[in-house]
Each structure stands twice: as C-alpha cells, then as structure tokens.
C-alpha cells in the first residue's frame, strides 16, 4: 500500500508540474496579447495583476510549480515580442 502511495505522489508532482507549465504560458501569452491592444489604464491593470500573481505563487506554491509557471510565462512573453513569420508558404500562392 505504501508504494502505491508513493507513486501516486510522483504523479501528482508531474502533473501539478505539466499544469503550472500551461498555466504559465496561458496567463503570460493572455497578458501580452491584451496588453498590446489596451488603453494604458489596462495595460497597468494587466501589469500589476500579472506581477500580483508571481508574487501570490511565490509566497503560497512550491519552488518547483512556481519555477516551472515562471518559465513558461516567461517564454509567452518572449515569444509575443518576436516578430511575427510571412506567411511564403501555400497561402501566399493562393492570392
């Protein structure tokens, strides 16, 4: 009984990993995308509110979960601020 319960909490580390990694570039990309579009008001809202949340994460989660959210909302907002690839592929031979 002892190893099931072990290998149910390796499990449940993994999955709680995968999830704040989705979390993380869910929230990070949300957050880029809004604020580019948003009046300033906002866009400090959405500052202040993403940085609230490292900050709760940092305080309340693990090391690992806020780690791994840290990386991936990194990797959103790195990714929002490269510039986007032309499309030269099928769809330009369509027009």
Do not use: C
């Not at 866009?43 to 780690?67: E, K, P, W």
């Not at 959210?69 to 490269?82: D, K, N, P, Q």
């Amino acid at each position: 009984m002892n190893e099931f319960a072990e290998i149910l909490s390796i499990l449940g580390h993994i999955v709680r990993a995968l999830g704040f990694i989705v979390l993380g570039f869910g929230v990070g990309r949300f957050t880029m995308d809004a604020y580019k579009k948003a009046i300033w008001q906002v866009q400090i809202a959405l500052a202040l509110g993403f940085f609230g949340l490292l900050v709760g994460l940092t305080n309340y989660a693990s090391a690992g979960s806020m780690g791994m959210f840290a990386l991936s909302a990194g990797t959103a907002v790195i990714l929002s601020g490269m510039p986007k690839k032309e499309d030269t592929g099928e769809e330009a031979k369509k027009e």
